[in-house]
């Protein structure tokens, strides 16, 4: 059974930093694309960042230059480093397959980061 487990999340003043860590058990971790995502309150769910397989990288213009995704396979483990966060990054933050379309249906708790401005 696929089981995703979000952590690292919290409160911090803009400006600050946030290492998020997703776990994840069950998959054949190795051959996907990983992705974070985040859903803000009132909003739907959107795409942040991803990582190939291979290590290659995309983020989203909103996150691009301050955000980077990594992933340790040895670790079945996919790391999001948030720097200079805004208020605008507040959310609930998960991690999954890309694209969303190919995402698992369990998704994991998640994790809040909110930023205070």
């Known amino acids: 059974q696929v089981q995703l487990v979000e952590s690292g999340g919290g409160l911090v003043q803009a400006g600050g930093s946030l290492r998020l860590s997703c776990a994840a058990s069950g998959i054949i971790f190795n051959f996907d694309a990983m992705a974070w995502y985040r859903q803000a309150p009132g909003k739907q769910r959107e795409w942040v960042a991803t990582?190939?397989?291979?290590?290659?990288?995309a983020y989203a213009d909103s996150v691009k230059g301050r955000f980077t995704i990594s992933r340790d396979n040895a670790k079945n483990t996919v790391y999001l480093q948030m720097n200079n966060l805004k208020p605008e990054d507040t959310a609930v933050y998960y991690c999954?397959?890309?694209?969303?379309?190919?995402?698992?249906?369990?998704w994991g708790q998640g994790t809040q980061v909110t930023v205070s401005s």
């Open positions: 990582i190939s397989s291979g290590g290659t990288t």
């Open positions: 999954n397959k890309y694209p969303h379309s190919r995402a698992y249906p369990n």
